[in-house]
């Protein structure tokens, strides 16, 4: 059994973020970490090969220092790491990332691939569906239960106060929450090797039907008109309520406006 899980290096926002004048984020200036939810798939993947004996391969699209996050991988467990980097590739927004991704996905084997459900960075939710949609494989989002039966895959899907259990044949991609599990950390014997391991890198040369237009920031459909690292909130509204059951009585009447309760 094979697997994929893709990863992003994210800016580590507790150390502030910086921004290009073109409004996308100075990755390079900035800390950065394995996105969250990121991690809570490479740790379903980890389990996987341990049930499964499953190859575990890690790929990223990034700056050269993403190679950072793939030997964190590694050290965690996984088998290999692949660095998606060129200059051509930057400012992608998630349209032109999962492009990317899925063109360089197109040169593995795999009968699973994992993502998390968002970054941090961006919360869109939408690279790992699109990457699925490209390589045309069916696609569970919202994962916080996995199980392998066979050639399928069976999946618990959050939705609201439930979930809904969902089976699809593989080759599929799963989205996985960071709620699916508690990730490992590194050990240090996974540390020695990860420094010792070779890292794949692939440029644009080595994306499997692509075209330059759907690339980078020439090829992102989605513009930025102003990106800020701090956003200015209101006074918002003040009340003075005469008594302790006027003041219930009021915040009960806003859950019941904003649908709360």
């Known amino acids: 059994m094979k697997v994929v899980v893709c990863i992003k290096q994210v800016p580590d ?3 502030g973020v910086k921004f290009n004048p073109d409004g996308t984020l100075d990755r390079g200036a900035m800390l950065a970490i394995m996105n969250p939810d990121d991690k809570a798939g490479l740790e379903a993947a980890l389990r996987l090969k341990e049930q499964y004996d499953a190859e575990v391969t890690v790929l990223t699209m990034g700056l050269p220092k993403a190679a950072d996050v793939l030997r964190e991988a590694i050290a965690m467990g996984a088998d290999k790491g692949i660095l998606v980097t060129d200059r051509v590739l930057g400012g992608a927004d998630t349209w032109a990332t999962s492009t990317t991704i899925a063109g360089a996905l197109r040169n593995i084997d795999y009968d699973l691939i994992i993502t998390g459900r968002q970054a941090i960075d961006g ?7 699109q990457i699925a949609e490209h390589l045309q494989i069916p696609v569970i989002s919202y994962a916080q239960d996995i199980k392998i039966d066979g050639e399928k895959v069976i999946v618990q899907r959050q939705y609201d106060d439930r979930y809904h ?8 991609l799963i989205t996985a929450l960071s709620e699916l599990n508690e990730p490992r950390y590194m050990t240090p014997g996974g540390i020695f090797d990860a420094c010792a391991a070779d890292i794949t890198t692939w440029g ?3 994306l499997k039907d692509v075209d330059d237009s759907d690339l980078g920031l020439a090829g992102s459909p989605t513009k930025i008109a102003k990106a800020s690292d701090k956003v200015r909130k209101g006074a918002g509204e003040k009340v003075v309520p005469e008594s302790p059951e ?3 009585a009021y ?5 019941k406006e904003k649908h709360v309760i």
Request: with cysteine; charged share 30%.
């Open 13 to 15: 926002t507790k150390g």
């Open 123 to 129: 919360d869109t939710a939408q690279v790992g569906p």
């Open 165 to 172: 259990v969902l089976e699809a044949k593989m080759p599929c």
């Open 204 to 206: 644009r040369a080595d």
């Open 246 to 248: 006027d003041a219930v």
């Open 251 to 255: 915040i009960v009447g806003k859950f």
